[in-house]
């Protein structure tokens, strides 16, 4: 989930070339009589047990026997804090016997459970709050019973036939892990941050220089062109087709990152074991880019010190000083910058991620 805040690039065509599948879905209206949805709980509710029930069922946190639906070879997996709208909207352009799963990290907050309600193949995961995106989402996959999941970011629009696409390449290709979309601004245009490469002094200096606007593969985060091949060292999972089995034996997301790199992270184990995974720039998803409810520079905050913990796993310390220095200072400059342009705001989100570069992550 390492996401950028600035777009730019060249137009993106509407998904040219996706390959149609077969149909695997049909569009039902509710469950099978005499069948409850898979997220209620076998057991009646409890006299005064808190929390949503169906028919006098009660909901429980975690599916202990989620049961596939053969008809589909994938489930969707979709992490929430605060999300509600923007779910809803996701899950509108999605058919309704689709499989999904909703890993709440709000505590049912904005009751997404509700989401799930009406959809035969829908299931809800209370997290307990508080887990983050890598916990919360491999919480999702290693309960599904599906061969492949697709990981969705609430604020993204995939559909039917982009979806299909990216199962597509899994099943033609053993050794791909992964395939993912290009995630597109409201602008149209490719985002940055729809990948990128592993760090490096020479990567992070072109960084903060912003050569990536003329050389796209010269430093950290991919804008793709669309339609032509780019290779990055790890993918976004904002719209990703996960082969499950072989994401949870290289070790699922690596839970140490609250929040952002986990996907480098996952990158990384994937070329270490000799694997593969796939953009598709010829296929983009529309993004909200931030569709959580937690404040932009709380995320920020977040994203740089995630950013130093993974340099730090990876590389000497006076490598990742460097590094850090370098940061800093490009981002100190921006800073100033759009203060002195008026952009109060873009200057506080600067300022937040240089905090969590040199002080780490925001208290809880």
Known sequence: MTDQWTTAGDHGAEAAGARPAAPRHQETTGDEPGLRPSWVSDRPAAVGEHGPAVDGFAKVAWQTEPVADPRWAYEVVIVSFHSRGQL????????????????????????????????????????????????AANMGIRSSTYEYVILGNPDSRPTVEIIEALVGDLREDPSLVTSAATMKG??????????????????????????????????????PVPGKAMEPDWLTGACMAVRRQTFLDLGAFDETFYVYNEDMAL????????????????????????????????????????????????????????????LVAGYAGRTMLSRARGRTTTAQEHAAYIKGLLVGPPKP
């Open 88 to 135: 809803e909207q996701m899950l509108a352009g999605l058919p309704l016997d689709m499989p999904v799963v909703i890993i709440d990290n709000a505590k049912g907050a904005d009751r997404v459970h509700e989401l799930v309600a009406g959809r035969p193949n829908g299931r809800y995961l209370d997290s307990g709050g508080g887990k983050g995106f890598a916990k």
């Open 186 to 223: 409201h602008d149209g245009k490719p985002e940055l941050g729809n990948g990128g490469w592993e760090p490096t002094p020479r990567r992070v200096l072109m960084h903060v220089l912003g050569a990536h606007k003329i050389a796209p593969s010269s430093a950290l985060f991919a804008r």
């Open 267 to 326: 990158g990384r184990a994937i070329r270490e074991a000799g694997l593969h995974q796939k953009l598709r720039t010829d296929l983009l998803v529309q993004h909200g880019a931030g569709g959580s409810g937690a404040a932009k520079t709380w995320m920020l905050q977040m994203r740089g010190a995630s950013m130093i913990r993974y340099m730090r796993k990876h590389n000497a310390p006076g490598r990742v000083n460097a590094m850090r220095s370098l």
